[in-house]
Each structure stands twice: as structure tokens, then as C-alpha cells.
């Protein structure tokens, strides 16, 4: 193993410089958006501020012992990790053993401790097909393994994901799973695949009386101001009302119960409401830096198909989120509930985007010499 902080020395301060604004921009923005909704309920205004920082805390012991990991090492437990993401899905899916909270069965738990598996999951499975297209790489253009396989599990999963429910985490995967495979499969495989994506979450939505509800309210949300497009609208309400400059940190009228979920879901618009145009644009520059600079560590591997689908996948994995939480904060896509990485209020969450940092900084730190 790794001396973490030698890797850290050696890795690309373009990518931890970025992160490292974003987590303490994040933690600034978590009290300010629940310290009187924690104050009223627990009598504490920094209840959330402080479990958000007890999982930065944990999340980081994570992030240093993923840069003390060999890639090898992670590459040769990939099928192990793809159980295990299978067993985590299954457990949460039984009564009794996986926990329900806002109406989805997203949690499991042991007395206060208490986490969402489908967070760790998806790194499990990017990490699992970073390692498949590696070793199938030379027949990748036939059907088996190019496209039946990937189906199989995709499909597996979405059905796991549809119990909770969790389409978005579901969509992330597919998504990240169709750019690995993008790399090596058949291009024509690959419209099946899409045609499949697209078909699961057709049937997901006209399924599910919410989901279209929030599908029409994004298509006309001034009509259903008060009803699906209600938090739709306050966003809008949010950001418009921060103006160049914002409000600033703390003045924020919309986390006065007026926005739901202005810790997690929301807290794009609560930054353009108390630090702007300014503070949203160059958090937006943040996750775009990461993401030239993530793709840059890919190019560097290209020589090493495991390392370059891994950093490939990491990369995906943390800006394609972010780019969701704000194009939904913006009114560009329907409402799904998807934290901003790195910044919302969400232990699990935070604890796998900095798992996933972790591997990329290491991907950008070492040399390889020999394809995989």
C-alpha cells in the first residue's frame, strides 16, 4: 500500500484544489440552509451542520485510504464488489431490514447508524464494468459479453432500483455503464442498450402517478405552481431572487419552509439565492474543472484499458450528478431527487463521491506501464 498523502503530493491539484472548495463552500451552505429548521426541532442549530461534518469526517478516512489502494487491488475484487452491490439492494428490499423514509426504502440501518446502500452501489458497478470491459476487451464487439451481459445485470438492477424507488440513481448507472461500454462495444449493441434505458424509464414513469406529475409540472410549472411544480417554482424563486451578487450566506428567505429540501435536493438554487450568479457560476466552473481534468487522466491511461474505464467512470460518476442537481434546479430537466456532490446535506452520499475522488487522485497519480 501507498503512503496517501506522497499520492496526494503527486496527484493532479486540479482535482483536489476544486473539491476541496466545493466541501468547505458545502459545509458553510448546510448550516445556513438548516440551522433554524434544526434550531426549532432540536433545539441546536448546528444538529445538521455537525452530522454533516461527522460524515466529511468519515468520508475522508475513505478518501486517503483510496489513494493508499493499488488500482490492481480494486480491479481484482470487481466481481466481489458487484455481489456485494447485489446483496445491498436485496436487504434493503426486505420489510423489517431496510428502512423507510419520505416514502422510499432506501436505508438500511443498526441502531443510530444509518446509511443508503444505492449511494455505494453505483461505484460498485462502474468500478465492476470498468474491470469487465478491460478483460472482455478483444471480443467486446460481439453480442455476448458486448451487450447481453451488461443487459442482464442492467436490468437486474433496475429493478432493485425501482423498488425503493430510485430512478435517478438508476439513470446515473445506466448512463455511466453506456459510456464504459461506449468505449469498446459495438456501437450498435449500444443502441439497444439505449433503446432498453429508455424503455425502464418510460415504464417507470407513466407507472408511477408522482413521476408524471413531476414530468407535467416541468413541461408547465407555472400551471401546477401550487401543486407537482411547487418546488420547482420556488427554485426559480431562489435563484432569481439572488440576483449578480446574492443575498449572502444566511440571508436566505427561500430555506424558511418556503423550498423543500434546500439542504439536499436544492441547494443550487439557496446558493444562487445568498451568493448569486457569482457564487452559482463558479461552483458550476468547479465540477466542469473536474471534469476536463478528470477526462485528462483518462487520456493518460489509454494505454491501460482498466484504468482508463476507471477514470472514466469516476469522472462520470461525480459530475454527471452535479450537472443533474443544477439542470433540475434550473427548470432544464423534471424534478428527481439527486444530491449536488460534495456540497448537500447526505452522509452516504458524501462518503462515495470522496471514495470515488479518492480513485481518481490515484489514477492521476500513478504511472502504468503494462495494458490491462
Known sequence: MDKPLSILRNSDPLLYLPMLCLLVFGVFMVYSTTAISAEQAFGNSTHFAFKHLSSLFIGLIAFFCMLSFKPEMIN???????????????????????????????????GFFRAQPGEFVKVFVMIFFAHYIAKYKNIMWHAVPGIVTP???????????????????????????????LTTANFKHLIYLALLGIGIFAVAVLSSRYRMDRVLSFLDPVKTALDGGYQLNQSLIAIGSGGFWGAGIGAGKQKLYFLPAAHTDFIYAMIGEEVGFIGSFVVLALFVLIAL?????????????????????CTMLIVMPAFLNIGVALGLLPTKGMVLPFMSYGGSALIAYLI?????????????????
Open 76 to 110: 481484482k475484487y470487481a466481481l466481489s464488489l458487484l455481489i456485494l452491490a447485489f446483496i445491498l439492494l436485496f436487504l434493503v428490499a426486505i420489510p423489517g431490514i431496510g428502512q423507510v423514509s419520505g416514502g422510499a426504502r432506501r436505508w438500511l440501518g443498526v
Open 151 to 181: 443487459i442482464l445485470i442492467l436490468s437486474f438492477l433496475g429493478a432493485f432500483y425501482l423498488l425503493q424507488p430510485d430512478l435517478g440513481s438508476f439513470v446515473v448507472v445506466a448512463i455511466v455503464t453506456g459510456t464504459l461500454l
Open 293 to 313: 481534468r478528470g477526462l485528462k487522466v483518462a487520456k493518460r491511461h489509454l494505454n491501460n484499458t482498466f484504468y482508463f474505464g476507471l477514470a472514466i467512470g
Open 356 to 372: 470515488v475522488m479518492g480513485i481518481l487522485l490515484k489514477l492521476s497519480a500513478v504511472r502504468n506501464e503494462v495494458n490491462i
